[in-house]
């Protein structure tokens, strides 16, 4: 049995990142949900790190927690990725008032018993501009009917249960009030279609979550309804820290092959160093958010993030040659996995900047 990891300094962590690190490029090709790589989190405790003491958690404070993101990002950024929605969920439903349903879903969730993941990117980055609500919610007698589709859901076809945001409508209007729940997968008019397949990260089998007038009693109520319901309680936010570790997390993957390669070829060492410095800066100035004494703000520190991901992973296929743009050999998987920052929950200054950066007009 894998020594649980009870701190970012633990052997046990470097261990865990050894193992997903030599299977991400069979996962990345098979395209097959990391079934085995998610009950290694289990094993080790990951799932821990993120809860209260009361659902049997550690309650890791947040820069070990991205201490530990920044890692396993390197390592495996598609078994993270999924970590980070199943984190998101759990997070909503630990921040909410329904007592029963933390009882109910939390402990499970904690050891790994369950999976949760959230559809809510409809509420927030995907989907705002619709004239018509993609999921909507109607008052019923003890809950509500949902009917619609959530568009971006990690893991929807292995979720035992999905966060859900949906619309509070009135009539055929929709209102100002919206409301999250934890909705049981196995629900009348539940469905799951086949996942998207990606440029990247496929097999996070991230797809459409449906439902079809589907009654969800109040008991599985996370919030609201209320206007801005995702304001409410503590789970992770668009264009958050957590998103720029993943990106940190790779580029220092990228990074550290091109240190290997350089002990070889030492033309290879200006660039490495250029791009570590770059690094550690971003990395120091991460930990300083986390302790409110920012150098930057979240959408300028996501930006640099983004940036010196897309370059360093270029940079490792560059370094790599040839035999990089094979399948099987990381630096190309990189590169594909690094175009994924651009569009995972992305805020809009981020997104102009990229665009004027691309353009050669980022003052």
């Not at 030599?22 to 079934?35: I, K, M, V």
């Not at 934890?182 to 459409?208: E, M, R």
Request: hydrophobic share 40%; charged share 20%.
């Amino acid at each position: 049995m894998p020594t649980v990891i009870r701190s970012p300094d633990d052997a046990a962590l470097a261990e865990l990142c050894g193992v997903l690190a030599a299977r991400a490029e069979r996962l990345d090709e098979s395209g097959d949900w990391p079934a085995e790589q998610l009950r290694l989190f289990a094993d080790y405790g990951v799932y821990e790190w993120f809860a209260g003491p009361e659902w049997g958690g550690q309650a890791w404070d947040q820069e070990s927690i991205l201490r530990g993101y920044l890692a396993l990002g390197g390592a495996c950024l598609t078994t993270t990725f999924i970590q980070t929605q199943r984190d998101g969920a759990c997070r909503r439903i630990e921040s909410s008032t329904n007592d029963e349903l933390k009882q109910r879903l939390l402990p499970g969730l904690t050891s790994g018993e369950l999976f949760a993941t959230v559809g809510i990117s409809h509420l927030t980055t995907s989907r705002r501009h619709m004239a018509t609500p993609v999921l909507r919610a109607r008052q019923a007698d003890g809950g509500f009917l949902l009917d619609g589709f959530s568009p971006w859901v990690t893991g929807a076809d292995h979720a035992d249960y999905v966060v859900l945001g949906a619309t509070l409508m009135n009539g055929a209007e929709a209102t100002a009030k919206q409301l999250l729940a934890a909705v049981p997968s196995t629900l009348p008019g539940v469905s799951a279609p086949p996942p998207a397949k990606l440029v990247g990260l496929s097999a996070s089998h991230t797809g459409q979550f449906k439902l079809e007038n589907v009654f969800v009693g109040d008991e599985w109520l996370i919030a609201g309804p209320v206007e801005n319901v995702m304001s409410a309680g503590t789970g992770a936010g668009t264009g958050g820290l957590g998103t720029s570790t993943l990106a940190l997390g790779l580029a220092k993957a990228a990074i550290d092959f091109i240190s290997s390669e350089a002990s070889k070829r030492p033309e290879l060492e200006p660039p490495r160093d250029g791009l570590l410095g770059e690094f550690d800066d971003l990395e120091a100035a991460l930990y300083a958010a986390i302790r409110n004494e920012p150098r930057c703000t979240n959408d300028e520190l996501r930006g640099r993030a983004n940036s010196l991901v897309l370059r360093a992973t270029q940079a490792a296929l560059a370094a790599a040659k040839g035999a990089g743009f094979v399948v099987g050999h990381p630096a190309g998987r990189w590169c594909r996995e690094a175009l994924f920052f651009l569009v995972w929950s992305c805020p809009q200054p981020v997104v102009s900047a990229h665009l004027c950066e691309l353009a050669g007009i980022l003052d």
